[in-house]
């Protein structure tokens, strides 16, 4: 009788130490920015395009020229927004200047994955769109 008492009290003890350290990492997770970014990866650029070119012209994510993926949490994805006025082409090329992905369109509201992207590496990405503005979020 008093063994079935401390294994119900050893039992609620547990369930509530890990109900507050989930509770904790969770709020750490949200608040803490370094934690946040290592674990969910997530670079924007709004582009702007005043005019249709047939020129390729670089994407700026978060004022950054290139996009190193370095975590195993990147999920190696473009998200054209769904805000976005129209499709883009984009092309993504690697520190030497060699296409690594040839040129794709991706819709608003749609994503394309990016195989074959190495981690660890730096990558440049263009942009060839008609007159619009473009939310990018690279994840």
């Known amino acids: 009788m008093v063994n079935g008492k401390f294994k119900i009290i050893g039992l609620i003890g547990t369930m509530l130490i890990v109900s507050i350290v989930s509770v904790c990492s969770y709020q750490i997770y949200l608040n803490v920015g370094y934690v946040h970014k290592y674990f969910s990866p997530k670079l924007t650029s709004v582009i702007d395009a005043e005019g249709t070119t047939d020129e390729w012209n670089p994407i700026l994510f978060d004022g950054k020229d290139s996009i190193e993926y370095d975590t195993v949490f990147w999920n190696k994805a473009i ?3 769904a805000n976005s006025d129209r499709n883009v082409l984009l092309r993504v090329k690697d520190a030497k200047g060699e296409i690594v992905i040839e040129e794709f369109q991706v819709s608003p509201g749609t994503s394309k994955h990016l195989d074959g992207l190495i981690r660890d590496t730096k990558y440049f ?9 473009f939310i990018l979020n690279a994840t």
């Open 79 to 81: 998200i054209n927004d």
């Open 125 to 133: 990405f263009e942009i060839k769109a008609e007159e619009g503005q």
